[in-house]
């Protein structure tokens, strides 16, 4: 059974960062494609970042800002967000898979990020 269970999110001041980091388990990690995405008060499920074996992309919202990583001996995919800003406040989830077929794949509980003074 797929699992993947996110962590890190939190309440953080405008301009702040934090780093996400998402503990995958029921399927061979190393070999996936994983995907950040986020789901803001009354808006839909935003696409942000996915990431390959070695290659990363980003959404024009976020690109610059937040970083994708991974580390394939311990399970995890990371997301580190920068320069936080009350617009980024939002539920944000691990997904498995890439940007193209993110949206019918498993994704974990998430993890909510409030940004605000």
């Known amino acids: 059974e797929v699992q993947l269970v996110e962590s890190g999110g939190g309440l953080v001041e405008p301009g702040g960062s934090l780093t996400l980091s998402c503990v995958a388990s029921?399927?061979?990690?190393?070999?996936?494609?994983m995907t950040w995405a986020r789901q803001a008060p009354g808006k839909e499920l935003e696409w942000l970042s996915s990431i390959g074996s070695t290659s990363t992309y980003y959404a024009a919202s976020v690109k610059g800002r937040f970083t994708i990583s991974r580390d394939n001996d311990k399970n995890t995919a990371y997301l580190q967000l920068n320069s936080l800003q009350p617009e980024d406040t939002a539920i944000y989830y691990c997904?498995?898979?890439?940007?193209?077929?993110?949206?019918?794949?498993?994704r974990g509980q998430g993890t909510q990020v409030t940004v605000s003074s």
């Open positions: 997904v498995l898979g890439n940007q193209f077929n993110w949206r019918n794949n498993p």
């Open positions: 029921g399927f061979l990690f190393s070999r996936n494609d």
